[in-house]
């Protein structure tokens, strides 16, 4: 089945330390997003991207990095630089097209230890 | 950016219909109405989209008032899987294909 899947579903991160959140699609998708939920709140952009190699800031990119070297997947780092990254992380894709809906991964809780 | 305002929370009894409102008197004329639906733990699901015309899906109808500067989602039946957050989402095509969500739309099923 055709799909987007995240890991891990939950991730634990100590101080100063990088962690890395998994994106992977086999939709043949071109664009791919990056979203983070606090409780109780809506969903922020934090990257995306329109193509492989291609990537540009969302709204709240500070302390975030990404990459897209394959089509199929689009990791995002959560660096020390974050301070508060304790958050749920939604990933998400479409077709190019700019009225196309978007299929989400079921997420990744990230806590703080 | 285009902004849309929706009720906290609605709670509606179950196999009743539902209708929820948003107002976004800022769209523009290229705007695309969009909803999805997320619940509680998992990634949000697309639920129903349109332009102008009322759009009519297996999950749900939308209608899209005359001026655009509000839409509703209807649920014609309610039951206790529809109990979810709902977002009524402006596509902001300046941006791509990138949606905005805001808070979102509580609904409470009631048995």
């Known amino acids: 089945d055709g799909g987007i899947t995240q890991s891990p579903k939950y991730l634990f991160r100590k101080e100063g330390q990088n962690v890395t959140l998994s994106c992977e699609q086999n939709l043949n998708h071109d664009a791919m997003y990056w979203y983070r939920q606090d409780p109780g709140q809506g969903l922020r952009l934090i990257y995306y991207?329109?193509?492989?190699?291609?990537?540009q800031k969302g709204d709240i990119a500070e302390g975030y990095s990404v990459s897209r070297e394959k089509k199929e997947s689009f990791p995002l780092t959560v660096t020390s630089a974050q301070k508060n990254p304790t958050a749920f992380y939604l990933c998400a894709s479409s077709l190019q097209s700019t009225n196309e809906k978007l299929f989400f991964g079921s997420g990744t809780q990230l806590s703080v230890l | 950016d285009a902004k849309t305002t929706q009720p906290n929370s609605m709670e509606s009894n179950e196999e009743e219909p539902v209708h929820l409102p948003c107002n976004h008197s800022t769209i523009s004329g290229t705007d695309y109405i969009h909803w999805y639906r997320q619940l509680p733990s998992q990634g949000p699901e697309y639920v129903i989209h349109?332009?102008?015309s009322n759009v009519n899906n297996r999950m749900a109808s939308l209608a899209i008032a005359e001026d655009r500067k509000s839409s509703t989602l209807i649920l014609h039946r309610a039951t206790l899987r529809d109990a979810a957050v709902y977002y009524c989402i402006l596509l902001d095509q300046n941006a791509g294909n990138m949606l905005t969500f805001g808070g979102g739309t509580r609904l409470m099923v009631k048995p």
């Open positions: 991207s329109q193509i492989v190699n291609d990537f």
């Open positions: 349109g332009l102008t």
